[in-house]
């Protein structure tokens, strides 16, 4: 490890309140990693290749902030006069409510319990209203500006509950609609998952899920989970051979109905941003599968008309491998589906789809009928 340079170093990386690194940023990039303090606490696996560790960690703040491809990005950007995501997440201390890393500022040195995001209030639903208002907040006290993801969401708190509040996209704002009826599916499946309820807020349909993690519990997403074994160039095989390593006996099953949940929906966004573990932030013992969770692009939500929507087409994914349809054949036992667990679904659709005054009924009864098929063909 490199003996610290106190001239350069900016900010210090954290785990709560361990200090991970030492590092010197500038205009939104890590320019160089000063000192590594703590390896085992670093939001990646350890190198001591000093230049892997620096593209490492741009890559870990680039993932960190909001997206270009999120609506209104560039308005964002020029009204918090930042060159891109990445300086918004420094900004910010790169706090969010994913995991407990985050940045410190040298010049402001603060304690994890004094700006934690789980334990501190923070403005609600800047995400919301921003960027009209966002001149308006001196202090970057909101995750709404540090949650990734390219559809508007935010965060607020009920009942002291760190909520997740997200819009759809396009002509059909299909999303929110679909993160419901899957959250049933998987609580049918007995499939451990995040639950999600539709929300109407000012007119607007919101898909509405409580926080995952806590002040001990955080996620680790399968990007960092790949880091920690070698890579055979079986996809499955590595990740469950991993978990199981770290501990986690019961990874193949939990893999497997999140396998089989994204065919059902027909999931063409499961990647390794949005699945992995959780583990103890303290002791760093990795619990268990996350549930499943983010499953909003799905059911054809952004074909442009009916005749796109067929089931017996093939639909891509970014997790095992580049096709739903594929990542079923990894499967060697499903003794736990039972089909009958899902008859009451074709009408819970209907229902929840009728809220969507974007959605036709022609179009809500043709995604149902291949869902069916869907059903059928497993």
Request: proline share 2%.
């Amino acid at each position: 490890m490199r003996n610290r340079a106190d001239n350069k170093i900016t900010h210090i990386l954290k785990h709560k309140n361990i200090d991970s690194a030492y590092l010197w940023i500038d205009e939104g990039q890590v320019l160089d990693v000063i000192e590594i303090k703590e390896p085992d606490h670093l939001p990646y696996k350890y190198t001591e290749n000093i230049e892997k560790n620096v593209k490492l960690l741009n890559n870990w703040l680039e993932k960190r902030g909001i997206p270009f491809s999120r609506e209104d990005y560039e308005l964002i950007m020029k009204k918090y006069n930042v060159k891109n995501s990445k300086e918004l997440t420094i900004l910010s201390s790169g706090l969010n409510l994913t995991d407990h890393f985050w940045l410190c500022d040298i010049k402001k040195e603060k304690r994890w319990e004094d700006v934690n995001y789980l334990e501190n209030t923070f403005s609600a639903r800047i995400g919301e209203i921003l960027p009209e208002l966002a001149e308006k907040y001196e202090e970057f006290i909101n995750p709404d500006l540090s949650s990734n993801g390219r559809l508007k969401k935010y965060w607020i708190i009920e009942n002291n509950e760190r909520v997740l509040c997200k819009d759809g996209n396009g002509d059909i704002r299909q999303e929110p609609f679909n993160e419901t009826i899957a959250s049933n599916i998987a609580e049918n499946l007995g499939i451990d998952r995040v639950e999600y309820k539709l929300d109407k807020i000012n007119d607007v349909y919101y898909s509405k899920c409580n926080c995952m993690i806590n002040k001990d519990v955080e996620f680790i997403n399968a990007f960092i989970v790949y880091l920690e074994g070698n890579n055979t160039g079986n996809r499955y095989d590595d990740y469950i051979n991993i978990c199981k390593n770290k501990g986690i006996d019961n990874a193949r099953e939990e893999i497997d109905k999140m396998i089989l949940l994204d065919y059902i929906i027909r999931n063409t966004d499961r990647h390794v941003g949005n699945f992995g573990i959780l583990r103890n932030s303290e002791t760093l013992k990795w619990e268990k599968t996350a549930p499943v969770f983010d499953n909003g692009n799905s059911f054809w939500h952004n074909a442009q008309g009916i005749q796109f929507i067929d089931g017996k087409t093939g639909s891509r994914s970014r997790s095992f491998t580049e096709r739903n349809e594929d990542n079923i054949l990894l499967i060697d036992n499903a003794g736990w589906y039972k089909k009958e667990k899902l008859n009451n679904i074709p009408d819970l659709m209907y229902d929840i789809f009728k809220k969507n005054k974007n959605m036709e009924v022609k179009r809500i009864d043709k995604i149902i009928n291949e869902y069916k098929y869907r059903i059928g063909n497993l």
